[in-house]
């Protein structure tokens, strides 16, 4: 029941996440006008909004004027939901994630509690950033510096002794990236990337942001190559490297020390 609560209130919050994805990259507020149809403008009703299931009762077009509505909409909210299942069975298992042996009834002591608050808090400002500059090609300020400062802030209360070596490796690998911002002049990397890594290093420490900024630039690159043999992508153009991180991230906070049991075991 836990999990399925869990299930479900990710499913509102993605439905929320949707509103920041649009209306962040507009500058408009999230909290201000109601949600309206895209080509209609038609204010939608309280039942036009239920996360996954308005999607599918309106057959994904709106009730008004059938206009085609996103999938990005019901995939962020099932990604959200599913995330938050996950995390929950993360932190209950003192970070080892795995769905065979997951304890079905939580029980989370207040220190596990603040933590999965926290997690849950980060990983929904990725998936904001994955989606947007999935869309868009941007990554919000307003999502990556108010989450820096969340993270800033939950290390030195939480984690005063992992504090100094998350707060390095943050500014190591925005160091590094803005290394590569310049060098590219803005062309191969985008300042939001450079933001962005600062919050994953702060978020994952030494040494699995290594394993989160390898598995990004491995799919970048690979993707990029498919993209640009199928002749979706010409070699000048870019791809947006925001899902990548942030894909990379997941990665690496789940399965990061899976990773690198099997790396030491092989070295």
């Known amino acids: 029941m836990i999990l399925f609560f869990l299930f479900l209130l990710g499913l509102a919050v993605g439905s929320f996440l949707n509103v920041l994805i649009d209306r962040l990259p507009a500058e408009e507020s999230p909290f ?8 209609c403008k038609k204010i939608l009703a309280w039942y036009d909004l239920m996360p996954i299931f308005s999607f599918f009762f309106l057959k994904g077009k709106c009730r008004y004027c059938r206009f085609p509505i996103s999938y990005y909409y019901p995939l962020v ?23 065979f042996n997951f304890q079905s009834n939580l029980n989370f002591q207040w220190g596990q509690i603040l933590t999965l608050i926290y997690y849950l808090f980060v990983v929904s400002s990725l998936i904001v950033v994955f989606f947007t500059d999935l869309k868009y090609g941007i990554i919000p300020d307003k999502i990556v510096y108010p989450s820096i400062l969340v993270s800033i802030a939950y290390l030195f209360i939480n984690h005063k002794s ?3 070596n998350h707060l390095l490796v943050g500014i190591g690998a925005f160091i590094f990236f803005l290394l590569l911002f310049l060098a590219t002049r803005g062309r ?5 990337d450079v933001k962005l890594v600062f919050l994953l290093g702060l978020f ?27 002749r979706k992508k010409r070699l000048s153009e870019t791809i947006p490297f925001g899902p990548f991180l942030s894909a990379g991230a997941f990665i690496a ?10 790396v030491y075991h092989v070295g």
């Open 188 to 192: 191969g990397m985008g300042f939001g």
């Open 253 to 262: 906070m789940f399965f990061g020390d899976v990773f690198l049991k099997l």
């Open 162 to 164: 992992l504090f100094i």
């Open 204 to 230: 994952l420490g030494w040494p699995k942001i290594m394993l989160a900024l390898y598995f990004a630039f491995l799919t970048g690159a690979v993707l990029g190559c498919i993209l640009i043999l199928w």
């Open 77 to 99: 909210e099932l990604t959200t939901g599913a995330l938050f299942v996950a995390i929950s069975i993360f932190v209950n298992n003192n970070f080892q994630f795995s769905i």
């Open 32 to 39: 201000k006008g109601r949600s309206h149809c895209e080509d």
